[in-house]
């Protein structure tokens, strides 16, 4: 119960930081060839963290499915649909960001990058997982059937990953030697993955609640 | 093997009592060759550029329709009730269907590529890597397909909700054979990349669906 209690507000406080931190002088971005670049590419800091989240979420998607389809229990169905919704958000977001600064970047919303268009199929595999489980009514066969789709779709994920190793690309690739230099600006980063990573833990904690107190007011609805 | 092989030609010899869902394929696809020679014009200038994707939007529509209807069919009879009774590891039944699906898509695809040479005057150039891009491709379709057919069988709204699970998983599929398909169309025959990429996505899919089969079609 504690931990429930305090997770919430040490991620308001980690947030608070991590957005003081990305709008700190320090932390400007610089090109390739040293030059600083504009304002606008400070949303890589959000952009980031945001993918890593949605891969991570769709991560757990997979292995609530598997865990739900060798030992069964409601627990790991109620764990992959919560994770499921806060990854197509966050992966929404990865897309929502990154056009943004793509239109600043290459005067463009949208090319047909591979990386591109591999984060768009992923967005797409995990609404089709959501259309799925809503197309089930029966709690047991969409928990099996969902976790069946949760396995299957969790190809998107290292293909999204790979993409840049796969085909060539014009996005950029962050974590790799001249990806991104300074001290500052890699504390930054690494401050906006763990505020981010516990912003996803607190909403599904959430989100898991919020689940648990839907099936308790069904089961008093059939009582009645 | 022998029952995998068995389920199989079951499924084909009822299929080829009614031709039912044969004939809507082969139909389909050709109206969609038809439809795109509208669209494009009469005499489109650079055919070599365009045959690939209307060559693979033709399969996988068409091949959706065989799919859908593949379990379907079983589940109005009762016949899938029976199919699980048989004495066969549940995996048989899903190679037994992969098989019967991938010899449909065969004929369609045998029938729908002369019908696309001859409607639009066009000579396929290096006509077997294209078999051999054509055969990783459908069988990648067809694995993901026969899996996600038992899926979405059990839902309500299965005939709409298959494609919409099924295309995104196959984009993979899709994006490698189109671009394997350009390339040996304008005599690259250099497509390595493509192929790994299909035949690695056709191992793991096939090993995932032998996996996990039995829990689609559990009651």
């Not at chain 2, 030609?9 to 969609?32: G, P, V």
Request: charge should be neutral.
């Amino acid at each position: 119960m504690e931990v429930k209690k305090i997770l919430p507000w040490s991620t308001l406080a980690i947030m608070i930081i991590a957005i003081c931190l990305i709008f700190h002088p320090a932390s400007t971005v610089y090109g390739p060839g040293g030059e600083v670049l504009g304002d606008y590419y400070r949303i890589f800091y959000f952009h980031v963290p945001l993918a890593w989240v949605a891969y991570f979420a769709f991560f757990v998607v997979f292995i609530s499915s598997i865990k739900y389809l060798q030992e069964g229990g409601q627990k790991w169905d109620i764990f992959a649909l919560s994770s499921a919704e806060i990854g197509v958000i966050f992966c929404g977001l990865v897309l929502v960001t990154g056009m943004i600064w793509a239109k600043s970047a290459w005067g463009v919303y949208w090319i047909w990058d591979p990386r591109l268009t591999t984060s768009l199929v992923l967005w797409l595999l995990y609404a089709a997982y959501l259309m799925l489980r809503s197309a089930v009514h029966e709690p047991e066969r969409r928990a099996r059937l969902s976790s069946v789709f949760g396995v299957v779709a969790f190809v998107g994920v290292p293909l999204s990953y790979l993409s840049i190793h796969l085909w060539s690309t014009i996005h950029p690739e962050v974590f790799k030697s001249g990806g991104i230099e300074g001290e500052f600006i890699i504390s930054t980063l690494l401050v906006n993955l763990v505020a981010f990573t516990l912003l996803y833990t607190s909403l599904l904690l959430m989100r898991i609640d919020v689940e648990r107190m839907n099936e308790k007011a069904q089961w008093f609805k059939k009582g009645a | 093997m022998r029952r995998c092989l068995n389920i199989a030609w079951k499924d084909l010899r009822a299929e080829f009592r009614t031709k039912q869902m044969l004939n809507s394929m082969l139909l389909f696809s050709f109206l969609i060759v038809a439809i795109f020679g509208f669209a494009f014009g009469p005499y489109p200038e650079r055919i070599e550029r365009l045959a690939p994707g209307v060559l693979w939007v033709a399969f996988t529509f068409a091949g959706m329709l065989g799919l859908s209807r593949s379990f379907a069919s079983e589940k109005e009879q009762g016949c899938l009730d029976g199919l699980k009774l048989c004495p066969v590891d549940r995996s048989a039944i899903y190679i037994g269907k992969a098989i019967s699906n991938l010899i449909l898509m065969f004929i369609m695809e045998g029938v729908t590529i002369p019908v696309f040479i001859v409607l639009f005057d066009y000579s396929i150039p290096n006509l077997g890597e294209i078999g051999f891009v054509v055969l990783l491709g459908t069988a990648g379709f067809v694995f993901v397909g026969t899996l996600l057919s038992a899926l979405t069988v059990n839902t309500r709204t299965r005939e709409i909700l298959l494609p919409v699970i099924l295309f995104p998983v196959l984009v993979p599929v899709i994006v490698s054979a189109v671009s394997a398909t350009t390339k040996v169309l304008s005599g690259v025959l250099n497509i390595l990349d493509e192929l790994r990429i299909l035949g690695t996505y056709d191992a793991i899919f096939f090993i995932v669906a032998l996996l996990i089969f039995e829990y689609t079609i559990e009651e």
